[in-house]
């Protein structure tokens, strides 16, 4: 649980320093976390914020009720947030679970942290 505090806190560092320039993965998932959305933005908030409120009636995200955001990583560049998001895609589901698990183990909406930044 400590470990995720930590890794949570570099995060949000690493966002506000990053966000200048670069780009965030993210994951979203529905109440039931039965289906998992992998997303890069260079605006988390606005992206999030977007995602739970519907405003792309016709998105993925909307389609399966993806509107909690349980992980994000901060990159110095775009393309590295993108390179992640092809590497976190081409792994199976197990991977994305202890990628979310060691970030947030109680898959907590963290939308509600991110906004305070």
């Known amino acids: 649980m400590m470990d995720s505090v930590i890794a949570r806190n570099e995060a949000i560092s690493n966002y506000k320093y990053k966000m200048k320039r670069g780009g965030v993965l993210y994951i979203m998932t529905n109440k039931n976390h039965t289906t998992l959305y992998t997303g890069v933005t260079s ?18 995200t909307e389609k399966y009720q993806l509107n909690k955001l349980i992980y ?30 060691a970030f947030n183990p109680e898959w907590k909406d963290l939308y509600e942290e991110v906004m305070q930044w």
């Open 72 to 101: 994000y990583e901060g990159f110095h560049r775009i393309e590295e947030a993108i390179g992640r998001e092809k590497q976190i895609k081409g792994g199976s589901r197990k991977k994305k679970m202890e990628i979310i698990n």
């Open 43 to 60: 605006e988390l908030k606005k992206r999030v914020y977007e995602h739970k409120n519907k405003l792309h009636p016709d998105s993925f």
